[in-house]
């Protein structure tokens, strides 16, 4: 498969492509095994990242309630006025607002965390023979599904510009090093992508570059990215922009 069947599938689901686009799409989707399973993978990418995101959102519930849980053996019981009832309930609900806002991450870094995926379209196909470039791809691919990204990034760097998924490595690549706090790394990567139209990936680029600044704490520069990405009409990450720039002008 070429780049550009991976962005026509996302621009399908997305709803992006005109009637007439979308009829040649659904018609080689019922005649092309191959593209067709390419949309299926798609599909379960989104499915497994949905999954993996409510798991640790559970699991992150879980922890706070468990913190704020009362110790297991209840503290000798004493006997209090009603007015130092009041008192005493005042002074742990200032307490725990205190404690709780202290342990509060950095709003940037409570974003990222929130928005920050991998991009997980157009991995290599297990099912094909694999040449020693291949082979490179697809042990990046592994470490770079687990979350693993500096080892994903050092795989993925091997891999020789004459590759026919280059470009697309490139990206993920990209990605690998701002899950590893490589922030300069991988905006140079992002950077290139954006200046490169007809890459088909300068709208992915945009939207990770406007997470790695945000992670670095630069709000002023993230803000002015997510409002960007915010006003193109065809970028599909539009509104999650919108929704970061308005929590980063509060």
């Known amino acids: 498969m070429e780049d550009r069947d991976y962005q026509?599938?996302?621009?399908?689901?997305?709803?992006?492509?005109?009637?007439?686009?979308?009829?040649?799409?659904?018609?080689?989707?019922?005649?092309?095994?191959?593209?067709?399973?390419?949309?299926?993978?798609?599909?379960?990418?989104?499915?497994?990242?949905?999954?993996?995101?409510e798991a640790d959102l559970k699991a992150e519930v879980g922890e706070m309630l468990a913190e704020m849980a009362p110790p297991s053996k209840p503290a000798p019981i004493q006997t209090l006025s009603p007015w130092m009832w009041g008192v005493a309930a005042s002074v742990l609900l200032l307490v725990g607002l205190g404690i709780w806002y202290g342990m509060r991450p950095p709003e940037e870094e409570r974003l990222f965390a929130e928005y920050y995926e991998p991009y997980l379209i157009g991995g290599p196909k297990r099912t094909l023979s694999m040449n020693e470039v291949d082979s490179l791809f697809m042990r990046g691919w592994d470490v770079y599904e687990r979350g693993e990204y500096?080892?994903?990034a050092k795989w993925f760097d091997q891999i020789p510009e004459a590759y026919p998924a280059y470009v697309r490595i490139q990206l993920y690549k990209g990605i690998s090093y701002l899950g590893a706090s490589?922030?300069?790394?991988?905006?140079?990567?992002?950077?290139?992508?954006?200046?490169?139209?007809?890459?088909?990936?300068?709208?992915?680029?945009?939207?990770?570059?406007?997470?790695?600044?945000?992670?670095?704490?630069?709000?002023?520069?993230?803000?002015?990215?997510?409002?960007?990405?915010?006003?193109e009409e065809t970028s599909p990450y539009k509104e999650k922009a919108k929704k970061v720039a308005n929590l980063l002008n509060e």
């Open 8 to 53: 026509l599938i996302m621009q399908y689901r997305q709803g992006r492509l005109s009637p007439a686009e979308r009829e040649v799409v659904e018609k080689r989707l019922a005649e092309d095994e191959s593209f067709a399973k390419l949309l299926a993978q798609d599909q379960a990418a989104d499915q497994w990242m949905e999954a993996a995101y």
């Open 150 to 152: 500096e080892k994903a």
């Open 182 to 231: 490589q922030y300069q790394e991988a905006e140079g990567i992002f950077d290139a992508l954006m200046a490169e139209e007809e890459t088909g990936f300068k709208e992915v680029a945009q939207w990770y570059k406007a997470l790695s600044i945000l992670r670095r704490n630069d709000r002023i520069q993230a803000r002015k990215l997510f409002e960007q990405i915010a006003s």
